[in-house]
């Protein structure tokens, strides 16, 4: 039993260094047979356009890929050794309008040597031209919701800048009357002006705005008004007697926050003519108002005047002694 065990272990050591040796050369030449074989492997190269000129009277209205896949094939070992984004960027010169059709090839991409490409994928681009047309709108703004309680939008709101060029496809351009900004929510805005930056609506497919930069809407918020009209009210004699008085009532509108508004009582405005100053005979006075209260707008007295006949005052009787 022990002579079995010592020969056992004599067939393992006897000559260690040498199997060593002989086992390190097999995987080294397992390895180069290994990478020497002919393998597969797919990457991505970025895709970069050459365009017409924009003074060109076509445009390209189709979608271009980013990039493209290769298929490469050449020895494992080859492959294995490319990084990503070792392979340079594909340039496509699409300058001729003529094109209907792109078509890649293999020697357009800069692959290392050695390696052969297998496929592209795709292998074409469709192409699809279209009239340019360059037109100057008009910006209007996008306004949603409303100004706090108790308030209320003044003057329109207006775009700096008011017009914006638009460059783009003419079956997407023609019928076009504006621009729109992005939606400004007017929510919470508080009475004064405010100057709101705010980007475009995105323009149609393939079509581009002249100005990068953001707009900017002026917005006004004012005191929510209300008008009320109080009709009938008669007019007032002061100062002397009227023989006769063209129209006898007017008309008055009043503008004010509108619970203020709604509470003013009729009977305390008081519209009146002054004749003190006006000799016998006919006259047209302006019609003043008293009994207004503050902070109300007397917006239209209708009609502003009337026509009246000043009765000639009599002479004082002598005072006797």
Request: aromatic letters at 4%; charged letters at 25%; a negative charge.
């Amino acid at each position: 039993m022990k002579m079995r065990e010592r020969t056992a272990r004599d067939l393992l050591t006897n000559n260690l260094g040498l199997k060593l040796l002989s086992l390190a050369a097999a995987i080294v030449l397992f390895s180069l047979v290994r990478g020497a074989e002919d393998a597969q492997r797919s990457v991505f190269v970025d895709v970069v356009a050459l365009l017409p000129l924009p003074s060109t009277e076509q445009m390209l209205v189709s979608e271009l890929p980013d990039q493209v896949r290769l298929t490469l094939r050449g020895s494992r070992s080859q492959l294995n050794s490319i990084r990503p984004g070792a392979i340079p960027p594909v340039q496509i010169d699409l300058t001729d309008t003529d094109l209907h059709y792109y078509y890649f090839a293999d020697d357009e991409f800069e692959v290392p040597a050695g390696i052969a490409i297998s496929q592209v994928a795709p292998a074409s681009i469709s192409l699809r031209w279209a009239d340019r047309l360059e037109r100057t709108l008009p910006v209007q703004p996008t306004l949603t919701g409303t100004p706090s309680d108790g308030l209320a939008l003044g003057e329109p709101a207006r775009v700096d800048p008011a017009e914006v060029t638009v460059v783009g496809p003419a079956e997407e351009l023609r019928d076009m009357r504006s621009v729109r900004t992005e939606p400004i929510e007017l929510g919470g805005l508080e009475a004064g002006i405010h100057q709101v930056r705010t980007r475009l609506e995105p323009p149609p497919p393939y079509s581009r705005y002249g100005q990068d930069g953001p707009s900017r809407v002026r917005i006004e918020v004012v005191p929510d008004l209300a008008e009320r009209s109080l009709p009938g009210l008669r007019v007032q004699v002061e100062g002397g007697e009227a023989a006769s008085m063209r129209p006898e009532a007017i008309s008055v509108i009043l503008r004010g926050v509108p619970n203020e508004v709604d509470l003013v009582d009729p009977a305390s405005v008081i519209p009146y003519v002054d004749i003190g100053d006006a000799g016998a005979g006919p006259v047209v006075l302006p019609v003043a108002l008293r009994g207004v209260p503050a902070g109300i707008e007397i917006v239209r007295v209708e009609p502003a005047s009337i026509e009246l006949v000043v009765r000639e005052s009599e002479p004082a009787e002598p005072v006797t002694p």
